[in-house]
């Protein structure tokens, strides 16, 4: 859409061109199936070779990591969740899960739909600064408990959880842990060795990969039963390969590594611009979690006296697009709520998410727009009133 502001980038990001342009040869000269021993099946590996180089190479991967291209993080989420329970839980009787209150619905549902099988879970407590601790870990594990799944950014306010912290407790007593890096991929520099998790999973449109995209890494040896063979193929996936979406997840893989230090940058000036400005022109707007460690390009500001729904629709007509959760996520106004803010407030509150395309002209534009829809709506609700 033209003339958009987009700051809804957690939902998705625009496909890169060059990831696009990457994919086009694979939908007509190079369409074979790479299963086949024949010339057009045998001439992708080396394209499907690059791709998985350099989606490890994104995550500092070693190969001793297994990989599976997955169709969504939502779907790398299930494998995981299912894998441990049929390879840890029917045969140990560990049927117990922990993920916190804050997660999104992949991790949740997934999780969930396990209860079926007889299994439990908690979901963990954040504390006032919008992430868990160790102490509220440690309250929601029990002796049964083989999983814990977490996110190392939180979606919607940006905040990075401890992880570090999580992997220690874990390795204390004996529990797996599954870590989704979707909202921290090309944005914080993610070592799948020093993460320390057993599996990590991630969605791909978030950094600008084609819709349709995520993936698993198994870190050392693997948990998943996979069945023995080198072709994708024969993974616990079932299904052809989609060679043109793998081919447009390694591009972008490749931007997203190159682009690591621009967000740490750039994004993360634009991001502080913006709350500066916007705290400038319209006093009134409250802003999260500043003195946490955050993603670069992620804000939740709340506009005290103003529905969210409302400020959101106003913004849309101005072709300015921000997230109020649902979806993938849960409602903002739940995660505020969790993290210790009063529920008033957290029913006024956005979230906004910049990505490496957003441009200065584009946060100017964004603050006058907020600004003068902010300062109407709140006329019109004292008016109301």
Avoid: W
Avoid at 69 to 96: C, D, L, P, W
Avoid at 106 to 119: P, T, Y
Avoid at 149 to 171: F, M, R, Y
Avoid at 311 to 338: D, H, M
């Amino acid at each position: 859409m033209k003339d958009c502001i987009f700051l809804d980038n957690i939902t998705t990001a625009r496909v890169s061109d060059t990831a696009i342009a990457a994919m086009m040869p694979f939908f007509d000269g190079y369409y074979g199936s790479p299963v086949m021993p024949h010339e057009m099946g045998q001439n992708l590996l080396p394209y499907l070779e690059k791709s998985y180089r350099a989606i490890y190479s994104l995550f500092s991967a070693k190969e001793s990591d297994q990989f599976v291209f997955t169709s969504s993080n939502a779907e790398a989420i299930s494998q995981v969740m299912h894998s441990v329970y049929y390879t840890v839980s029917r045969k140990t009787g560990k049927t117990h899960f922990v993920t916190s209150s804050i997660e999104d619905a992949a991790s949740v549902l997934a999780i969930s739909k396990l209860q079926e099988e007889g299994c439990t879970f908690e979901m963990a407590k954040v504390g006032s600064g919008g992430h868990v601790t160790l102490d509220t870990i440690s309250e929601a594990i029990t002796p049964r408990t083989c999983l814990i799944s977490i996110s190392l950014v939180c979606a919607l306010t940006g905040v990075v959880q401890p992880i570090a912290e999580i992997v220690e407790l874990c390795k204390l007593r004996a529990i797996l842990l599954h870590v989704d890096v979707t909202h921290a991929v090309g944005k914080l520099f993610v070592d799948i060795d020093e993460l320390g998790a057993n599996f990590v999973t991630f969605n791909g449109e978030q950094f600008h990969a084609p819709k349709g995209t995520g993936g698993l890494f198994c870190r050392g040896a693997s948990l998943l039963p996979l069945i023995s063979g080198e072709d994708e193929e024969k993974r616990l996936r079932g299904g052809p390969l989609n060679v043109p979406a793998l081919i447009g997840l390694g591009q972008a893989a490749i931007e997203a590594e190159s682009n690591k230090n621009l967000y740490c940058t750039e994004v993360a000036r634009l991001r502080d611009k913006f709350e500066q400005q916007l705290n400038e022109s319209y006093p009134e707007a409250h802003i999260f979690f500043k003195d946490q460690e955050r993603a670069p390009h992620i804000t939740t500001i709340a506009f005290p006296g103003i529905r969210n729904e409302a400020l959101l629709y106003a913004l849309s007509r101005k072709k300015l697009f921000a997230n109020i959760g649902g979806g993938p996520f849960q409602q903002i106004e739940r995660v505020l709520e969790e993290a210790g803010i009063d529920h008033v407030t957290a029913q006024c509150a956005l979230s906004f998410s910049l990505s490496k395309e957003t441009q200065e002209d584009e946060v100017d534009r964004a603050v006058t727009i907020i600004t003068d829809a902010a300062k109407r709506l709140r006329r019109l609700s004292k008016v109301l009133l």
